[in-house]
């Protein structure tokens, strides 16, 4: 009875000890060796090593297999591959016991190296693993793809990283095709997971299908969540199509793209209306969207013909032309404007908030990142201020947050930099009336209730948040608390340089 009760309590401490301890505990008697299993592998195994695979594998087989059914979560990170013998033990392993894992979550880097290694390579012992719902891959070459056609399993939540040059190693495989087109394409090599995908992100995707077939066949209905980051150019039917429940879009085309698209507002027009009227014409299925987040080129070539409720507008590219036809056609209830410099801050910007497309925002954040781009001399932050009050002025928004970070250490950054004078834009702010500049923006339009405020990377005051109006009712997930929510995450952030404390 009391060997039981110790032995209770000695499985108790593996629950919170490392796997050091664990496993000395695990040779302390015959209990707590059967128990150790379930707590070394319930956070998961990662791989940096060749040599560890064949030790691994034995852990794995011990007990007649009764192991496996702890074995959920596998990370895998080896450079260069792994060598045909350790390959084909491991291939072996996979196959043999492909009936009995029940490996959920499988990350994957350097993906072509590990998934080509052996005869045959390794990808097709890996899809023949049934019970994965996470995935994610980086640098998905001709062996990853192959792998993501062949799998068996069908994922929940995938995340793709395409490399943007070839990878691949001079072996080739009868069966895999040299350069194959789709092998970059994340709709179509996700095809078995259609029924069961919530969530997909992909970074350098190709896309972009033929202008008389403009979208595929797959269509995934449970996708909730799409990020695309350094993707091929804009196309918003295709997205739609084969996303047609979509709520959150986070889009990035490739810089390499862009450039082959042009940076001129013309060159922009086209490929906009192009995916205007191939989602008029197919009758996109995207009727809203609950948020967007991209910069104003990629927002304004997508060509969005539906309500975003929170648009998330990323800088540092403005141009109140693209800022019109975005808004007109998107009909934001929250709008940020995050990670701009003051240059944003111009007349032409309270024009555009004179208009009758912004009047429907109910919720503004502005997040300023000063002296980012310009040069610490050239900022006139009193006309910043004044300006911005104008910009408000004519809108009914019932809250608003404005992130003032202050970037204004030289580059390179000086040694004696707590030595030197503060510039005119930082002098101004570390002698702004935070409460006194949060109340002129509160007066500036009778519909404001709820003001914040955050001031951070001052090199003189610290992480300051002020608020008013923070005990106004709003419905729990209503946009008007979505600055509240934002200042708390901006004053968490680390800063460049040590402050003293934060106040609130």
Request: hydrophobic share 40%; with cysteine; proline share 6%.
């Amino acid at each position: 009875m009391e060997q039981n009760l110790v032995n209770d309590v000695l499985v108790s401490l593996m629950e919170i000890s490392n796997p050091r301890t664990i496993s000395a505990l695990m040779k302390t008697c015959r209990h707590l060796y059967h128990s150790g299993p379930r707590y070394l592998l319930a956070r998961g195994v990662t791989i940096k090593r060749e040599s560890v695979f064949e030790s691994f594998l034995a852990f794995l087989r011990a007990d007649d297999g009764g192991r496996l059914k702890y074995f959920k979560e596998l990370t895998m990170r080896l450079p260069f591959g792994i060598t045909y013998p350790i390959a084909n033990v491991f291939s072996t392993f996979l196959v043999e016991h492909a009936d009995e894992l029940v490996l959920q979550t499988l990350r994957i880097g350097h993906a072509e190296a590990l998934l080509g290694s052996g005869s045959p390579p390794l990808c097709y012992a890996f899809a023949k693993i049934k019970t994965i719902t996470k995935l994610d891959i980086e640098e998905v070459g001709k062996h990853g793809a192959l792998f993501l056609r062949t799998m068996e399993c069908e994922l929940e939540t995938a995340c793709l990283t395409m490399p943007r040059e070839s990878t691949d190693s001079d072996d080739s495989d009868g069966d895999i095709e040299e350069d194959d087109q789709d092998d970059r394409n994340g709709i179509k090599l996700l095809h078995g997971s259609q029924n069961t995908l919530k969530s997909l992100t992909g970074r350098g995707f190709e896309l972009f299908a033929e202008i008389t077939d403009p979208v595929y066949s797959q269509i995934y209905p449970h996708v909730a969540q799409l990020v695309l980051f350094g993707n091929d150019w804009p196309a918003t039917i295709v997205y739609a199509h084969s996303f047609p429940n979509l709520r959150v879009f986070r889009y990035e085309t490739a810089e390499e793209d862009l450039d082959i698209i042009g940076r001129d507002l013309e060159a922009h027009v086209d490929i906009r209306a192009l995916n205007q009227m191939q989602q008029a014409q197919l009758k996109s299925p995207w009727k809203s969207l609950d948020a967007c987040h991209a910069n104003l080129i990629d927002l304004f070539l997508l060509g969005l013909r539906c309500h975003v409720r929170e648009l998330h507008i990323l800088g540092n590219f403005m141009d109140p032309v693209y800022l019109r036809n975005v808004m007109m056609d998107t009909t934001p209830e929250y709008m940020c404007l995050q990670g701009f410099d003051v240059n944003i801050i111009t007349p032409r910007l309270i024009s555009t908030m004179k208009k009758p497309y912004a009047q429907q925002l109910r919720s503004l954040e502005i997040v300023l990142l000063i002296g980012g781009m310009l040069e610490p001399e050239t900022i006139d932050m009193p006309r910043v201020v004044e300006t911005m009050l104008n910009i408000l002025r004519p809108l009914k928004i019932r809250s608003f947050g404005v992130l003032l970070c202050c970037c204004l250490v030289p580059e390179p950054r000086p040694a004696n930099l707590a030595d030197l004078p503060l510039c005119p834009a930082e002098q101004y702010l570390a002698d702004l009336d935070l409460d006194a500049f949060a109340q002129r923006i509160k007066d500036t339009t009778e519909t404001l209730q709820t003001v914040v405020i955050t001031l951070k990377m001052h090199r003189t005051r610290p992480t300051t948040i002020v608020t008013l109006g923070a005990d106004v009712e709003y419905e729990p997930e209503a946009v008007e608390r979505i600055p509240l929510r934002g200042a708390l995450l901006y004053a968490a952030l680390p800063s460049i340089y040590p402050e003293q404390g934060s106040k609130s």
